[in-house]
């Protein structure tokens, strides 16, 4: 029985093709970024207090209006399907089950109307990617508005793609090209490939106004590399407000000069992200970018994290360091992997119970008190200062 997010990316590991394993768990060239994400977070000390009254804990949060019973959400993450069919809507049900919300990626490989429907109720939220033919982005946000999505999260972090080095070396790309190596990779996971034969293969469907519009190859394999509108500005916010009129959330924001710009222009959120070490390898980590960004802009609007949360001790030193909540990804596609949606289940649960025990032993009996307690985190070492 795994009782790690490790023991789940093993699992994961032994699931998967290489290739499909590498595209989830790898991050830019020499992953420098992706091993600060968990470097940083593990020389934050937490200082605990004893003989508190503890039987009670209160482990939700409140975000825009709604009450969250766990101070953490399932991330965006992209080609969910290649992973398992049907994979974003198991996701987004497992979210809804366990009380916490599920942000549908722009690259998904299901509609965002199915989702909804599929996901037996909770909150979702839609990740946006601007493509340079701006008319998919608008018909995107008008459907996800019809189908009931809350939120809108803007990832600014991808002007360009980032140098994935071991997706490079395995080929990968939409649409998949079967060679020998391709196909020796696969033959060693038959469980995969059955499931890819029967579901059949992923496509970016999400970017089409109607089911049964063909989107073009070359759309997609733009999302892939993630070749976006890089004429988005800060005044493209306003073309968004005109679409949007829900919350707004800028996903991908490192410099606290860029979260006071994001506060200025009508932003309603942050999400101080690296893209999960996968862009720029020589970003800093999302958590030592996270104590710049509150002192700017923490009483104008919330702020989350993501990037390298992998427990429940993480998920506090971010709340200490005065994070809303936090927003996990790669630990969700290790359950997806390993077990469907019961194993994206059985993490969110490893995680709350990880998290509330932390709590206890911290003598916290609220999510809300944590931040108060800020003195709590202190980096056992001062983090590395990012060159602005």
Request: charged content about 25%; glycine content about 10%.
């Amino acid at each position: 029985m795994p009782i790690t997010i490790d023991d789940y990316r093993l699992r994961a590991r032994k699931a998967l093709p290489r290739f499909v394993y590498e595209f989830i768990d790898g991050g830019a060239e020499y992953e420098t970024c992706l091993g600060a994400n968990r470097a940083d977070f593990e020389r934050i000390r937490l200082m605990p207090r004893v003989l508190r009254d503890t039987r009670r804990v209160d482990t939700s949060v409140d975000v825009f209006g709604s009450t969250w019973r766990l101070p953490f959400a399932l991330a965006p993450t992209g080609l969910n399907g290649v992973i398992r069919p049907g994979g974003d809507a198991m996701l987004a049900a497992a979210a809804a089950e366990s009380g916490v919300p599920f942000v549908l990626s722009t690259a998904s490989n299901q509609r965002a109307e199915d989702v909804r429907a599929q996901a037996g109720g909770g909150e979702q939220w839609l990740q946006l990617y601007v493509m340079q033919d701006r008319r998919l982005a608008e018909q995107m946000l008008r459907r996800a508005r019809g189908a009931g999505y809350r939120a809108l999260v803007l990832t600014v972090d991808v002007p360009v793609g980032g140098n994935r080095w071991r997706d490079g070396r395995n080929g990968f790309r939409i649409p998949f090209r079967m060679t020998p190596r391709l196909a020796w990779d696969v033959a060693r996971r038959p469980g995969w490939a059955l499931r890819m034969l029967r579901g059949g293969l992923p496509r970016f469907v999400n970017l089409a106004e109607r089911p049964a519009d063909a989107l073009p190859l070359e759309v997609q394999a733009s999302l892939l590399a993630r070749s976006m509108d890089r004429s988005l500005t800060w005044d493209s916010l306003r073309w968004l407000r005109g679409l949007w009129d829900g919350p707004l959330l800028l996903k991908g924001v490192l410099h606290a000069e860029d979260a006071a710009l994001a506060a200025s222009h009508g932003a309603d959120g942050i999400i101080v992200s690296n893209h999960g070490g996968r862009q720029l390898d020589a970003a800093p980590s999302s958590i030592s970018a996270l104590p710049g960004i509150v002192d700017r802009v923490g009483d104008r609007m919330p702020v989350f994290l993501d990037s390298g949360v992998r427990g429940g001790a993480d998920i506090v030193r971010a709340q200490a360091l005065g994070a809303r909540a936090v927003f996990v990804g790669r630990p969700a596609l290790y359950g997806l992997a390993s077990g469907g949606g019961k194993g994206v289940l059985d993490v969110i649960r490893l995680l709350a119970e990880d998290y509330e025990r932390n709590m206890i032993l911290l003598g916290l009996d609220s999510a809300c008190g944590i931040r108060k307690a800020a003195a709590l985190a202190q980096p056992h070492a001062p983090f590395h200062h990012p060159i602005a």
